[in-house]
């Protein structure tokens, strides 16, 4: 775009990963002006936050017309999946965001599994059901571990990695019933479980062109050594350990560049970010899932690794013109420590304050980047299951790591935690070499 073209603009969403998108946009010269929508405690202090909750796609419309917003960024799923980005387009906005029908690539894992399997991409072996009898003998026939699946949106809860074939049947049993999310669970997908790494890898597409971004490791269990019950994510470190440039590629050519063309094949082309969720098998990447936004936490570790102008970047994908961006990143790590409200993933108490945020954010090369915080009386307070992210930089991952817990260590917060082993695999392994 040209120079004198700056914009106002709309960001929709309230986590973690709209604070980091918010604290880069903003650095941009052609960002004029940036409404966030809902936001939080502390986007509110980069950025005019209104009260809209994600889900009212008609109010968020209504908000970019009357504001006369230039360009849209959606964070969260649940608005694509709604058709917020059709919605806008109808009124000629530009969007960073898949239409409903490309966002089913996170919203529907059957659609995802369809899509890989007529198209060739590696992905595990599967079957897709609404019938209990049937799941049931697919069961019987895969063996445990087996992974079941619901279909639709389940806040990330639905998967159900069995480790027996009695506990995959009572997970068919609640999902086809209706009991464990509604309507979500009653179609569902049962699949071969893979044993291996994960990693998270990122690229933006204008519909056409694709442009790789990087890599992220997330630690999705509570617990430190990965114990306890999943969570949205603990923390993150980018880029992962095992992306060599070899794997980069390989994941390029087998699950990307086909994903594009065959979203254009199914006249859906999908314009926004590709977040691939990959497990990594005796050194093949398989695809595990797709999300059609930024990872949170791993969107926190990318935004401080990116050198160049995020805003510039995405509009060219929202406007096609992707092929004009070669974005520079940071050879230095980030390491992203998610700080929560005890508790959490279960019931968790709220309306804490949190103090010491300034002085602990102070160094230069740490941004704490607010999920679950509101401000009242003039104080910090948590308002959410994950309140914080504490995102840092170093010349190696355990620099980051040691800079991250350093500000982590300086904020007063007795009802939060966090873990203390972010990044455990990728300094063990370099430990170990
Ligand atoms: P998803 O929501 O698809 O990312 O699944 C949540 C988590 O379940 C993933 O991060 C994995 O840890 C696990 N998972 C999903 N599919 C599989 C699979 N086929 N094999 C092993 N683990 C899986
Ligand atoms: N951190 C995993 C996710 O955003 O889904």
């Not at 306890?228 to 560049?257: D, W």
């Not at 401080?304 to 230095?332: C, F």
Request: charged content about 20%.
């Amino acid at each position: 775009m040209e120079e004198q073209d700056i914009m106002k603009i709309l960001l929709i969403g309230s986590g973690g990963r709209e604070h980091a998108l918010a604290w880069k946009m903003t650095q941009s010269p052609l960002c004029d002006e940036l409404i966030v929508a809902p936001g939080n405690a502390g986007i509110a202090q980069i950025a005019r936050c209104i009260k809209i909750a994600v889900e009212d796609s008609q109010a968020i419309t209504d908000l970019a017309v009357s504001e006369k917003i230039d360009f849209c960024i959606v964070g969260p799923e649940t608005p694509l999946v709604l058709g917020l980005a059709d919605q806008l387009r109808t009124h000629n906005i530009p969007v960073f965001g898949p239409s409903m029908k490309a966002a089913q690539l996170e919203g529907s894992k059957g659609f995802m599994k369809d899509l890989c399997r007529k198209y060739n991409i590696p992905t595990a072996a599967y079957e897709r059901f609404t019938d209990k009898d049937s799941a049931n003998k697919f069961i019987d026939r895969l063996g445990a571990p087996i992974v079941i699946k619901a279909d639709g949106l389940a806040a990330g809860k639905g998967v159900i990695v069995a480790q027996t074939i009695e506990q995959a049947k009572e997970a068919v049993a609640d999902m086809l019933s209706g009991n464990a999310f509604g309507h979500a669970g009653s179609s569902i997908v049962i699949e071969e479980f893979l044993d291996g790494e994960e990693i998270s890898y990122f690229a933006i597409c204008d519909g056409e062109n694709l442009l790789p971004l990087a890599s992220a490791q997330d630690h999705k269990r509570v617990g430190d050594g990965d114990t306890g019950p999943n969570t949205g994510g603990m923390g993150a470190y980018s880029p992962a350990r095992l992306i060599t440039p070899a794997m980069e590629q390989e994941i390029l050519e087998k699950i990307l560049t086909p994903t594009v063309s065959a979203m254009k094949s199914e006249g859906c082309p999908f314009t926004g970010v590709f977040f691939a969720g990959i497990m990594v098998v005796n050194g093949k990447p398989i695809l595990m899932e797709y999300n059609v936004r930024f990872g949170d936490p791993e969107c926190q570790t990318l935004m401080m690794r990116l050198k160049s102008d995020l805003v510039d970047m995405l509009y060219a994908a929202a406007t096609g013109k992707l092929q004009t961006i070669h974005p520079e990143w940071s050879d230095n790590p980030s390491l992203c420590v998610v700080m929560a409200a005890k508790g959490y993933p279960a019931t968790y108490i709220k309306n804490t304050p949190i103090k010491n945020l300034d002085a602990a954010g102070a160094a230069k090369n740490v941004e704490i980047f607010h999920a679950g915080t509101a401000q009242k009386d003039g104080q910090t307070i948590s308002i959410g299951g994950r309140v914080l992210g504490i995102t840092a930089t170093g010349q190696d991952v355990a620099t980051a790591r040691t800079n991250a817990y350093a500000a982590v260590d300086l904020i007063d917060w007795p009802e939060g935690f966090c873990r203390r082993d972010i990044a455990w695999r990728a300094l063990s392994s370099s430990a170990a070499e």
